[in-house]
């Protein structure tokens, strides 16, 4: 019994720890609906750049009505700047993984 602890804990460790590097590495950029959340992946994509897309959660850990595109850290401008020309609403930035 004592095996499958140690593996679970440890997993639990690398996917905690995994987490935090995602946070590290990305920048969020908040849209105010899927659809532009959707629209904004595909648009960025098109040109090379991954773009992830998840639900925003406020600090208090409830989910937002708003969804972030999660972009590169190096990439976010760029991303921001192609969205807007190409009609994609953007609310705003954040640092890490679309957490307010």
Known sequence: MQRVFEVHFCMCMHNLLKREVIRLG???????????ALRGQKILRSIGI???????VKHDGEKSCSYSLIVKKEKVDEAEQIL??????VMGRSEGDGEK
């Open 84 to 89: 807007l020309r190409n009609g994609v609403r």
């Open 50 to 56: 991954k773009a992830e897309v998840k639900k925003t």
């Open 26 to 36: 990305n920048s969020a950029i908040t849209v105010s609906s899927v659809t532009y």
